[in-house]
């Protein structure tokens, strides 16, 4: 699977691994030439768009790394885009079947003529019992075709799953009822519906999904789709969701798709979440989806993936060690809060940071009303860059005609000015309390700091900090406390209510 996409990926990313150094123009000339292997692999375009765009942003404004090259550092970028494509930054619980409910669970199959619905309802119910030791209920709801229900009853047998017994005549609701009847009273954990298809998407057949869907209100509407027809699975898809509200995506015949394409496509299009792969005929060719394995598998550089990560984390840990010595001695300066707003933006902002908090996902609206976006943070930065060296390490420098004059140099206002040397003022002051005092005395001083942003205490942090773990401050990014490395000290204008 994936061949076609992954060896014209691989051979373009190569490239770049030989070369010492990049310059922007290299970096857009292996773009182009990524954006014409996703749209060869069928790719829907604005999906292209918008990876192609993401990757330049990213591998333009990343930090240069030391011990490895330009190349591999691009290549770690568009993996972790592909990742992102690919629907990595979901939850497990978004990405699993729901089967955590009060028995038993139904999951409803639905999808096109011979996209795999059937196969998929038995291979499912195999691996539900195997894996995950639940006793299921296959049931055929398909009384267009003659065969159909005799069809799911063999292959029950085959995957040694339990079928619905064949009422003749029965219609699809009825029998959907009667299966999550069955299901109840004879302590199935799992019923699995497989509906009819047509050939194309059209209104009875949704209209029939449908109905069925009220009455026995499944806990997951799963698409079954070909990945052997690219787009058009992604459109078939598109067009269900519209109608049902799908809770995920089964993708068959992957074993064959050389291209990629619906894979790829199908998250960002629909929105919806792969859950399932089919990679075969038998009854065992069937897997989880897992964002992260699959992009493993396009971009075969999983060496080059880890390599990076580690240079990251060491230079992170060499920053974070550097401005704890800093705060130590209290000679934290303008230069490292323009490190630490850097930092910041490489986070994801403001909000980014504070988003990684716990209990915080409440505060972001509020957040963004009270102006903490990222243009603060641009601006900031815009003034520290306007100003001297000297001036960074020595802000007692700053007087009136100075001060107009990086005003001037990062078009914001004198005020703005003012506003970050305050602002830094507070943030070396607090750090000196905690080199005496220890983490603990940065949150218990928060109420100090000024900052004309507003916002307000993440309700996660009033209590004080969750454990810090040693080493003080930078240890919030170190390891177990659950958070990246690197996140900075500190956070520019947190006020506390
Ligand atoms: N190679 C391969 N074939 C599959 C896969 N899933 C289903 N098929 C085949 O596709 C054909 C149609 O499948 P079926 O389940 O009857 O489709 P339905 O009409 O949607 O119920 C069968 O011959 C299956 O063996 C898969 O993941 N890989
Ligand atoms: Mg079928």
Same mark, same amino acid.
């Given at each position: 699977m994936f061949e076609t996409l992954s060896e014209r990926l691989n051979g373009v990313l190569n490239k770049l691994t030989r070369r010492g150094a990049l310059s922007e123009d290299d970096v857009a000339a292996a773009m182009r030439e990524v954006r014409v292997?996703? +749209?060869?692999?069928?790719?829907?375009?604005?999906? /292209?768009?918008?990876?192609?765009?993401?990757?330049?942003?990213?591998?333009?404004?990343?930090?240069?790394?030391?011990?490895?090259?330009?190349?591999?550092?691009?290549?770690?970028? /568009?993996?972790?885009?592909? /990742?992102? #494509? +690919?629907?990595?930054?979901?939850?497990?619980?978004?990405?699993?079947?729901?089967?955590?409910?009060?028995?038993?669970?139904?999951?409803?199959?639905?999808?096109?003529?011979?996209?795999?619905?059937?196969?998929?309802?038995?291979?499912?119910?195999?691996?539900?019992?195997?894996?995950?030791k639940k006793k299921v209920l296959l049931a055929?709801?398909?009384?267009?075709?003659?065969?159909?229900?005799?069809?799911?009853? /063999?292959?029950?047998?085959?995957?040694?799953?339990?079928? +619905?017994p064949v009422v003749?005549?029965?219609?699809?609701?009825?029998?959907?009822?009667?299966?999550?009847?069955?299901?109840? +009273?004879?302590?199935?954990?799992?019923?699995?519906?497989?509906?009819?298809?047509?050939?194309?998407?059209?209104?009875?057949? #949704?209209?029939?999904?449908?109905?069925?869907?009220?009455?026995?209100?499944p806990h997951e509407v799963i698409l079954v789709a070909d990945a052997l027809t690219g787009q058009d699975a992604v459109n078939v898809a598109d067009q269900f969701n519209k109608r049902l509200s799908l809770t995920g995506i089964a993708l068959t015949r992957v074993d064959g798709d050389g291209r990629g394409g619906a894979a790829l496509s199908m998250r960002a299009v629909t929105g919806c979440p792969i859950k399932l792969i089919g990679v075969g005929e038998k009854m065992d060719a069937l897997e989880e989806f897992h964002a992260e394995r699959i992009a493993n598998r396009i971009l075969d550089m999983g060496d080059v993936v880890s390599l990076v990560e580690k240079a990251a984390e060491t230079i992170d840990q060499a920053?974070?060690?550097?401005?704890?010595?800093? #705060?130590?001695?209290?000679?934290?300066?303008?230069?490292?809060?323009?490190?630490?707003?850097?930092? #910041?933006?490489?986070?994801?902002?403001?909000?980014?940071?504070?988003?990684?908090?716990?209990?915080?996902?409440?505060?972001?609206?509020?957040?963004d009303s009270a102006n903490m976006d990222d243009k603060v943070l641009v601006h900031q930065a815009a003034?520290?860059?306007?100003?001297?060296?000297k001036e960074r390490h020595n802000p007692k420098l700053f007087n009136a005609s100075r001060k107009k004059r990086v005003a001037k140099g990062a078009g914001v206002s004198v005020q703005e000015v003012n506003r970050l040397l305050k602002m830094h003022r507070q943030m070396a002051d607090m750090m000196k309390k905690i080199g005496k005092k220890g983490a603990k005395g940065l949150f218990g001083d928060m109420g100090d700091m000024g900052g004309d942003m507003g916002g307000g205490l993440p309700p996660g942090l009033e209590g004080g900090m969750p454990d810090l773990g040693p080493g003080g401050l930078p240890g919030l990014g170190g390891p177990g406390s659950g958070l990246p490395p690197g996140l900075p000290p500190g956070f520019p204008g947190v006020k506390k209510k």
């Open positions: 292997a996703l +749209l060869e692999a069928d790719v829907a375009l604005p999906v /292209v768009k918008e990876f192609v765009d993401k990757v330049k942003e990213r591998a333009i404004g990343a930090e240069v790394l030391q011990s490895v090259s330009p190349g591999q550092q691009v290549i770690k970028i /568009v993996h972790d885009n592909l /990742v992102e #494509m +690919l629907g990595g930054s979901l939850a497990p619980e978004q990405t699993a079947l729901m089967l955590q409910v009060t028995p038993p669970a139904i999951i409803m199959m639905a999808g096109l003529q011979g996209s795999g619905k059937t196969t998929t309802s038995a291979k499912l119910g195999k691996r539900l019992q195997e894996k995950d055929s709801l398909d009384v267009r075709r003659p065969a159909a229900q005799e069809q799911l009853r /063999v292959l029950g047998e085959q995957a040694e799953v339990s079928t +619905l003749q005549g029965q219609m699809p609701v009825a029998i959907a009822k009667r299966a999550a009847e069955a299901g109840r +009273l004879g302590g199935y954990d799992v019923v699995i519906l497989d509906t009819a298809g047509r050939v194309t998407v059209d209104e009875d057949m #949704m209209q029939e999904a449908a109905d069925v869907a009220a009455a026995v209100n920053k974070a060690e550097k401005i704890a010595k800093k #705060m130590k001695k209290g000679t934290f300066d303008l230069e490292d809060l323009g490190d630490q707003l850097v930092q #910041m933006r490489k986070l994801g902002g403001m909000s980014g940071v504070l988003g990684m908090l716990p209990g915080v996902g409440k505060m972001k609206k509020q957040l003034i520290i860059s306007s100003m001297t060296p």
